[in-house]
């Protein structure tokens, strides 16, 4: 916890936040990322040029229409020239991607915990593997009429039901 939540953190992730362009085209002065190259200043592929890329970011935002600025990182990764601009492309990426590296796990794990927590009393552990597995693979086609004949093939029972017609009782 105290690693999600450290001020430094904070400090990288909002001057990533910088970089969008509805940031970039209001402000008078090239955007503070000090921070963000600072702590990811390994992964850019040539960091002794930022700051000419910020230039030319700025200026290609300032000149576009409020109505056409991309307003999300997804947006704004899909708007940026990996070539033109190869330490911003990176930066972008890395926020795009934040979200989902410290969110995705933690969300499989609480599942799991629910399920657990829930079905542990009632249920074996074969076939809660079983439901974790159909969860985790829930875009298979299931051929139930397959699934039916292999449960009956494997589990034989002693009675067979069998449609049998209703008898009346008549009184006499």
Same mark, same amino acid.
């Given at each position: 916890m105290k690693t999600y939540f450290n001020p430094t953190n904070d400090a990288v992730l909002s001057s990533l936040f910088n970089l969008l362009p509805e940031l970039v085209a209001v402000g008078d002065r090239n955007p503070n990322i000090e921070a963000a190259l600072d702590f990811y200043e390994n992964d850019l592929p040539s960091p002794h040029v930022v700051d000419v890329e910020l230039l030319r970011w700025k200026g290609k935002w300032c000149s576009t229409e409020d109505a056409d600025l991309p307003t999300s990182a997804v947006q704004t990764l899909a708007a940026c020239d990996r070539e033109f601009f190869p330490n911003i492309h990176t930066l972008i990426r890395i926020l795009y991607t934040l979200p989902i590296t410290s969110a995705e796990c933690e969300r499989s794990f609480s599942t799991l915990r629910r399920l657990k927590t829930y079905l542990r009393s009632t249920m074996s552990s074969e076939r809660e593997s079983g439901l974790a597995l159909m969860n &985790? %693979?829930?875009?298979?086609?299931?051929?139930?009429?397959?699934? &039916? %004949?292999t449960f009956a093939q494997r589990q034989p029972r002693r009675l067979l039901f069998v449609k049998r017609k209703r008898q009346s009782l008549v009184r006499t």
């Open positions: &985790i %693979n829930f875009h298979r086609d299931i051929n139930i009429d397959e699934v &039916i %004949n």
